[in-house]
RNA sequence: GUGCCUAUGGUGUAACGGUUAGCACAUCAGUUUGUGGUACUGAUAGCGAGGGUUCGACUCCCUCUAGGCACCCCA
């Protein structure tokens, strides 16, 4: 409806029949269908103004794992539920509310990947990694989904690159993979530092865990309905509670370190020196804790440096050790280790520093066409040019040199190969500076070879490896 | 999941309980026939959705949806 009242006076204004008067197409009664289509809430599109972010993160991490010999993995998103349910631990909210669960067509309970450590371990047993050299290392990016409330840095569909090592129990295992992981915040720009606590074996949690609710208990009256909730449900969580009370309560509560077993100590204070070792910058924090039961012993965060955790989505991954997962998967008693990177938050904090690399390289030279002998001649001069390495632009959908000439300068090429009907007979084409205004005419087999040649001169501009850092 | 804030063309914004919702940028076309950057002309395109209140709502109210912030949780 909206859509036709506009119509009418339009055509009834418009020009002499120069161009054949369009009939008018009917659209008067079809509702606005956009809305329907709009993207699911927490999903959405990530468009190449943001690529060359993610490409900067997805070939940092590349290189960083083929630098630590760890092996590329890609992992199903859909698996049984029961694969999480199991690990990740009815009682936490991923498993009680954010999973994306459901009955596939063949009525089998499936659910998406909420992360992936789960399925690297279902892979390990699955495919008989215990019978190869040990540790087993894999890495593997992609999506997860949790039907959390959107928030920035946080969406329903979000990436994850992480890093796994199976199959070693020493305390360097721990402090490599936290190396491996500020490594990769190093190379990418970003300053982080490392969050680091142990929470034990499970027994020595369990003893804990104990003495932590009683402590609690004895103070219940004081506490938010959240920390009652917590103190039921997930005591640990009490831990990182943002009630100033808590927080004040917590400076007299038993502390997790006090209660680690004598083995689980010795096993922190190695990797704490291995850190020290290789200088990564890390603060005790004895009140981190993980969300996911499976963890054991080691478990860390990184964290923006600049915000210190203060703000919201500034830890942008974190993992730990989970000597006990595979164990309860059905395979054989296999310590492991390993840790997860949020790919939005990290490009999220390298558009805070104005980090912002293009997608692609920049042309710096662009054909201009003029009739349909000189597009022909194009298409092929295309291939030439992209044998010879130089990406070259275009814009073959416009007829007039003026409207082509507006699109080069707006890409701010250096030269613009023009080729008209003359040029075509001639076997010709003529190349324009785009900043002098100068022209030449110069033979169309030999244009490639001087356009290079002429890329080349231009302050040593390296026309294939040419990627500019742009910042904002 | 809870609370608070927000919602105008592609983007950034203006206005008002009452005529054709204004501006900038972007996009497209053109300013005589094959030459860009400036200038000019024109075109496309919007009140997130649905209900109410009212003679009348983009404007007030409600619901929904979406975004943001904090909590929850986590990457």
């Known amino acids: 409806m909206p859509g036709k009242k506009k119509v009418a006076p339009k055509a009834v204004v418009s020009k002499p029949p120069s161009k054949p008067v369009e009939v008018k197409k009917d659209e008067s009664d079809e509702p606005k269908l956009s809305k329907s289509y709009d993207l699911l809430r927490g999903f959405r599109d990530i468009l190449s103004e943001d690529q060359g972010r993610w490409n900067l993160i997805r070939d940092t991490v590349r290189s960083i794992a083929e630098a630590y010999s760890f092996d590329r993995v890609d992992l199903p998103i859909l698996e049984r539920s029961e694969l999480f349910n199991r690990t990740i631990g009815k009682g ?19 659910a998406m990947r909420p992360e992936a450590t789960a399925s690297a371990a279902r892979a390990y047993i699955g495919h008989g990694m215990l019978d190869r050299p040990q540790p087993v290392k894999m890495w593997y990016t992609g999506p997860m989904f949790r039907h959390d409330r959107p928030q920035a840095g946080r969406y329903r569909q979000f990436y ?36 680091i606590n142990s929470i034990g074996t499970t027994e020595c949690r369990q003893a804990y865990l104990a003495e932590l609710v009683a402590y609690f208990r004895q103070h219940r009256s004081k506490l938010s309905d959240d920390d009652k909730r917590r103190l039921q449900k997930n005591p640990l969580r009490i831990l990182d509670s943002k009630e100033e009370v808590t927080r004040e309560l917590l400076d007299g509560a038993p502390q997790i370190l006090d209660w680690l ?41 990184f964290v923006l440096a600049d915000d210190e955790g203060t703000k919201a989505q500034s830890a942008l991954g974190g993992g730990g050790r989970y000597d006990g997962l595979v164990e309860l998967l059905g395979g054989r008693p296999t310590p492991a280790c390993g840790f997860a990177l ?39 001069l295309f291939e030439d040019f992209r044998n010879a390495g130089v990406p070259i632009a275009e814009a073959f959908g416009k ?72 910042t904002a």
């Not at 936490?92 to 499936?110: A, L």
């Not at 090592?165 to 190093?186: H, R, T, W």
């Not at 294939?464 to 850092?469: A, H, K, L, T």
């Open 261 to 301: 077993d004598d083995k689980s100590k010795e096993h922190f204070m190695k990797v704490l020196e291995f850190l020290e070792e290789v200088e990564v910058p890390f603060v005790l924090n004895p009140y981190l804790v993980r969300g996911l039961d499976y963890y054991t012993h080691t478990v860390f965060e």
């Open 92 to 110: 936490t909210d991923i498993i009680d509310k954010e999973m994306y669960t459901f009955t596939d067509p063949s009525n089998r309970s499936v």
């Open 399 to 470: 007829n007039s040199l003026k409207a082509q000439l507006d699109v080069a300068n707006k890409l701010g090429v250096q030269f613009t190969l023009i080729l008209g009907q003359k040029e075509v007979l001639d076997e010709t084409i003529i190349i324009r500076d785009m900043e002098s205004g100068a022209q030449e005419i110069v033979d169309v087999k030999k244009v490639v070879g001087l356009v290079k040649k002429k890329l080349r001169h231009e302050e040593g501009v390296d026309p294939i490896m040419q990627s500019p850092v742009e």
């Open 160 to 195: 994850q690159v992480g890093f796994e090592s199976f199959g070693v129990d020493e305390p360097i295992v721990d402090a490599q993979l936290i190396v491996i992981g500020y490594k990769i915040f190093k190379d990418l720009g970003l300053d982080v530092k490392v969050q």
């Open 342 to 380: 949020g790919m939005e938050r990290i490009s999220r904090a390298l558009e805070a520093k104005g980090i912002n690399p293009l997608e692609r390289p920049k042309p710096h030279v662009f054909f201009a066409q003029l009739g349909d002998a000189s597009r022909r001649v194009g298409l092929k």
